[in-house]
């Protein structure tokens, strides 16, 4: 059921209203809810300070007290329960100079981005709307709660998760809203990297990526960002949802500029996997030898290669190079990969002391060289897995330098 999740907060709610305060529903959840959209997790908002919210519940975690959000602890789960809100200036178009506590709902939901985020809702599913939310949720309409010049250069954030919805529900954009935005689109710039991706991962999987992509084109958005601002992003089209990582990787594979993905600082596993892949894409449409395929399959494994083949539209539409289907394809990736005699360098049957103790050299480059051409031996059938007869076929083959 669409409201399991409410259900299960409702003692929250009811306790905190038995201590003479209010408490409400607010935000995504309760946007999700009236679209009959999946809920993941609710946000309380009410009138009692931080500090009653610590005297009224037995457990609590302070998790950004000092902006009014305590982590209320039941036995079915956590539940963050924020103190009604109101700002002061904002001077730096990211964060207001001063937040402080007020007792008034509607002070509280005047301050957020957009109308369909500004509802709020009690324990009796009895809605508390004062900016229409409900209406432009039913039309399907973008909008800010009050001036949107005035929301987005209090924060500028606000202009892509606006582009976000979009990309997520396909509404469309109200006419002021966009002209806002527009106006205010250099703003941006004062924008962490780190709230930029969050926000782009989201709007680039959206369902209605296609739609938000050209806004983003169109308004320049990608001029004030970092990464981004080294890429002709109208030379690159996105019409479909995709995930981020890949989008990355697209893009340099496409345009291949000098910007590096510690700009975007994502984790290093991210960076590592945009490096591989678009070392595979890179890879892929030159090869026409079985045994250079054997040696990409095991180098990067057959999941990776699948995937990159499975972004073959999104390289089609963005002039990219792709591999020959009839050469490479799943049926052959798969079928490669279970022929292949071992899965990494672990497998070899020699290792590097192998080698020096066959040899009685020192150490030195020549011993991963020597390994590399012994794993292309095995892979390619040339010599069985096995220490004796890898060593005899290196005397032979394998020209130490």
């Known amino acids: 059921m669409m409201n399991t999740l409410f259900e299960q907060a409702k003692p929250v709610l009811e306790t905190i209203k038995q201590h003479g305060h209010d408490a409400y529903f607010v935000g995504g959840a309760v946007r999700d809810y009236l679209m009959q959209r999946e809920i993941h997790d609710v946000d309380i908002t009410t009138s009692a300070t931080p500090d009653e919210i610590e005297h009224i519940f037995p457990k609590t975690v302070p998790i950004g007290k000092e902006h009014g959000t305590i982590n209320v602890v039941m036995e079915d789960g956590q539940y963050e329960v924020t103190t009604f809100r109101a700002e002061g200036d904002y001077d730096d178009h990211r964060r207001p100079n ?18 369909m985020n500004a509802i709020a809702m009690d324990s009796d599913y009895q809605l508390h709307d004062y900016f229409h939310g409900q209406k432009d949720i039913e039309q399907g309409v973008i909008r800010t709660v009050g001036p949107a010049t005035e929301r987005f250069d209090e924060d500028a954030l606000r202009i892509l998760r606006g582009l976000r919805f979009q ?3 396909g509404f469309s954009i109200d006419h002021d809203t966009y002209e806002a935005m527009e106006a205010l689109i250099n703003q941006l710039a004062y924008l962490s990297v ?8 989201k709007l680039i999987a959206g369902k209605h990526v296609g739609e938000s992509y050209q806004y983003m ?3 320049k958005a990608f001029n004030y960002m970092p990464f981004f601002e080294h890429f002709n992003m109208d030379a690159f089209t996105v019409d479909r949802p995709i995930e981020f990582n890949d989008f990355i990787a697209l893009l340099i594979v496409q345009q291949s ?5 510690s700009v975007l600082k994502l984790s290093n596993k991210d960076k590592q996997y945009i490096s591989r892949l678009s070392e595979v894409m890179h890879q892929l449409p030159e090869i026409s030898q079985k045994t250079v395929f054997r040696r990409l399959i095991y180098d990067y494994g057959a999941d990776l290669i699948l995937h990159a083949l499975s972004l073959n539209d999104m390289m089609e539409r963005n002039e990219i190079a792709t591999p020959n289907p009839l050469v490479i394809n799943t049926q052959t990736v798969a079928e490669t990969a279970q022929q292949l005699p071992i899965r990494n360098r672990q497998d070899l049957a020699v290792t590097g002391k192998d080698l020096l103790d066959h040899t009685d050299r020192k150490g030195g480059p020549w011993v991963n060289e020597a390994l590399y051409k012994l794993e292309n031996g095995v892979i ?17 083959h394998v020209e130490i330098q």
């Open 167 to 169: 990309a997520q529900l």
């Open 257 to 261: 500029p000098l910007a590096a993905t």
């Open 380 to 396: 390619n059938n040339q010599v069985p897995n096995s220490k004796d007869l890898l060593l005899e076929w290196m005397d032979k």
């Open 217 to 219: 084109r169109k308004l």
């Open 194 to 201: 780190e709230r930029i991706v969050v926000e782009l991962q």
């Open 98 to 115: 001063e937040v402080y506590f007020v007792r008034d709902l509607y002070e509280d939901v005047k301050r957020r981005d957009f109308t």
